[in-house]
Nanobody
Framework: QVQLVESGGGLVQAGGSLTLSCAASGRTFSTYAMGWFRQAPGKEREFVAV????????YYADSVKGHFTISRDNAKKTVYLQMNSLKPEDTALYFC????????????????????WGQGTQVTVSS
């Protein structure tokens, strides 16, 4: 079992930066790929980024590529999402998730392929 708790969300002006953290508990954290998803009001949950268990490979949604960076520290059982050049359309509830999806695009981006989820942290970007 893995429990996940996100933090770091808040209100920021367009062009600003935030770093989200996801703290995990559970002995098997380091064996899971960790991802970030987001959900805006009235919209479906959307894939943002994912990182392999050993920090070797990352994959990003096209909408955030180049201005979001995912990383992890297995010793601290924490995964991060550095968000730069934020836009109003980045406003959403951000969730971290842990799982073992197949490392193919469609599988990585499917929420159902992640077994563990946090409660989310709100990010609001004002224009």
């Amino acid at each position: 079992q893995v429990q996940l708790v996100e933090s770091g969300g808040g209100l920021v002006q367009a062009g600003g930066s935030l770093t989200l953290s996801c703290a995990a508990s559970g002995r098997t954290f380091s064996t899971y790929a960790m991802g970030w998803f987001r959900q805006a009001p009235g919209k479906e949950r959307e894939f943002v980024a994912v990182i392999t268990w050993n920090d070797a490979t990352t994959y990003y949604a096209d909408s955030v590529k180049g201005h979001f960076t995912i990383s992890r520290d297995n010793a601290k059982k924490t995964v991060y999402l550095q968000m730069n050049s934020l836009k109003p359309e980045d406003t959403a509830l951000y969730f971290c998730a842990g799982g073992r999806p197949l490392w193919v695009e469609r599988q990585l981006a499917t929420p159902g392929n992640y077994a563990y989820w946090g409660q989310g942290t709100q990010v609001t970007v004002s224009s």
